[in-house]
């Protein structure tokens, strides 16, 4: 009867154990966004320096974009490091010999999304708050496929200038822009973000802009006589959406991409 009693308060022990709030360190705002949709705000140790979410804004800075700091990263006890970026840098394998364990989520599609909050719900053990969020992603998504326009808008995706920067088919932001029924002109070459010569700008003749940079910067740098036959230039149609939503896969995409479809059109 005494073993008995002692199996059951050990079983319970275990599953207190395992439903007990595990605290992790993200590396990434998409990861951050995640957590904190699926509720694990307070699950949160550290964070990255591009992690500037208000709501974290307390939680101390642990590593850079996908690179960790050895000593902050040991000092906030956290057993556990969420990204979707990895800097190929040392401090991986000395966190892993500490008995850190780093899980990469995967950052290629926007089919992705629905299963990087399940995964994140997995680790906080907040399945059911993960689910939710999951299947609400699912829809949004699969209501932005069934509707995509049958002419797509030709776009210049410029992530940065001078030189202008942009995304390729190997990118996160050219497969997400799809479903806001942009074809990027840059989206058959095999590269993830790179810089797009002026030649290559003015043979696919844009019919708009789509920019991340200030709006000043970017109409001063077209405003250069060799692009002045560009239809988007032309047009003026340049287009500015917020960064933050629309470069993160987070929970917050699938409404960007809707609302970038609608200002488009």
């Known amino acids: 009867m005494r073993i008995k009693k002692i199996f059951w308060l050990f079983a319970v022990w275990c599953l207190a154990v395992a439903a007990e709030p595990v605290q992790v360190i993200s590396l990434a705002p998409a990861v951050t966004e995640i957590i904190l949709a ?9 964070r990255s ?9 307390h939680v101390p ?6 690179k960790p700091f050895v000593e902050p990263v040991l000092k906030s006890r956290a057993k556990v490091i969420l990204t979707d970026t990895l800097a190929p840098v040392p401090q991986w394998g000395v966190l892993k010999r500490c008995g850190i364990e780093v899980i990469q989520l995967p950052g290629r599609s926007v089919s992705d999304l ?12 907040r399945e059911a708050a993960a ?3 999951a299947c609400r992603a699912e829809k949004e998504l699969a209501a932005l496929r069934s509707s995509l326009p049958e002419h797509p808008v030709r776009a210049l995706v410029v992530i940065a200038l001078p030189p202008v920067v942009t995304c390729g088919e190997s990118s996160f932001l050219s497969n997400a822009l799809s479903l ?7 989206g058959g070459i095999k590269q993830d973000y790179f810089v797009l010569n002026s030649e290559h700008i003015i043979a696919a003749a844009p019919e708009v802009i789509i920019s991340f940079m200030p709006a000043g910067a970017t109409e001063k740098y077209f405003s250069r006589n060799e692009f002045r036959n ?4 032309k047009e003026r149609k340049f287009f500015y959406p917020d ?13 960007a991409l809707q609302e970038l479809r609608s200002l488009l059109r």
């Open 230 to 233: 560009i239809p988007a230039v």
């Open 180 to 186: 806001a029924g942009v074809e990027n002109i840059s």
């Open 49 to 57: 320096t591009a992690c500037d979410i208000p709501e974290v804004k």
């Open 38 to 46: 699926v509720g694990g705000k307070a699950d949160l140790a550290g």
């Open 61 to 66: 800075m642990v590593g850079d974009m996908g």
């Open 243 to 255: 960064v933050n939503r629309l470069c993160r896969m987070a929970p917050a995409l699938p409404g």
């Open 131 to 133: 689910e939710q969020a």
């Open 114 to 125: 629905p299963g990087n909050i399940r995964m994140i719900g997995r680790v906080l053990h």
